[in-house]
């Protein structure tokens, strides 16, 4: 039950596409959904986050569009750019909890 | 957003010595600190909680003597690797969170046990 599932593991998508990374996660007692971006040889940046009062927060190129009932949260990637080449990890913690739970990563390729 | 650092990025060392790695909160106070393992291709495995003066949580698996866990000030906390072996070789991650409950993490350390 504190498993967050991610897919797809790895993605290629053309400059100036969207790339979309999709969660799903089973524990309710779930409130905070972060997402992380990691280059190479690098720790994790938080990129953006939402709790569960909103189904969606945009950040830039950036956005998270969550689905309570669903249980499922998802990152959109406008405009794709190269630089943006990456592994992206998905996570969640319950409320007053800061214990994240990760999933399992997507590994990003954008190609000109 | 809020600055982590880790100290040093790579260490290589012989087995059976123990390896130090510092993380530091830049710009805020961390009551809590988490230490993370990373594998090659892998996602972020949570080793422990650190709290500030208190003993750290680890999580199922992972060996207390081995991975000594130290918060002494809200900005510092240390792990140390002890008596390291080359199945230890990784990459280690911590993370520090700000009183609103996001984590924000350090560079992260290599670590080689020849």
């Known amino acids: 039950q504190q498993q967050v599932k991610q897919s797809p593991q790895s993605l290629i998508v053309q400059k100036g596409g969207i790339s979309i990374i999709n969660c799903a996660y089973e524990?309710?007692?779930?409130?905070?959904f972060p997402w992380y971006q990691q280059f190479p040889g690098k720790g994790p940046a938080l990129l953006i986050a939402i709790r569960p009062d909103v189904s969606e927060k945009k950040e830039g190129r950036f956005t998270i569009s969550f689905n309570k009932s669903a249980k499922q949260f998802s990152l959109h990637i406008m405009d794709s750019q190269p630089g943006d080449s990456a592994t992206y990890f998905c996570?969640?913690?319950?409320?007053?909890?800061?214990?994240?739970?990760f999933g399992t990563g997507t590994r990003l390729t954008i190609i000109p | 957003g809020a600055v982590v650092s880790q100290h040093p990025s790579r260490v290589i060392c012989k087995s059976g010595t123990s390896v130090k790695i510092e993380c530091r909160s830049l710009d805020f106070q961390a009551t809590t600190m988490f230490w993370y393992r990373q594998f090659p291709k892998q996602s972020l495995m949570l080793m422990a909680t650190s709290n500030e003066g208190s003993k750290a949580t680890y999580e199922q698996g992972v060996e207390k003597d081995k991975f000594l866990i130290n918060h002494a000030s809200l900005t510092l906390s240390t792990l140390t690797v002890t008596s390291a072996h080359p199945e230890d070789s990784s990459f280690y991650i911590c993370?520090?969170?700000?009183?609103?409950?996001?984590?924000?993490f350090g560079p992260g350390t290599r670590l080689t046990v020849l």
């Open positions: 524990n309710t007692a779930f409130d905070y």
């Open positions: 996570a969640a913690a319950p409320f007053g909890n800061e214990k994240l739970t």
């Open positions: 993370s520090a969170s700000t009183s609103w409950n996001e984590q924000f």
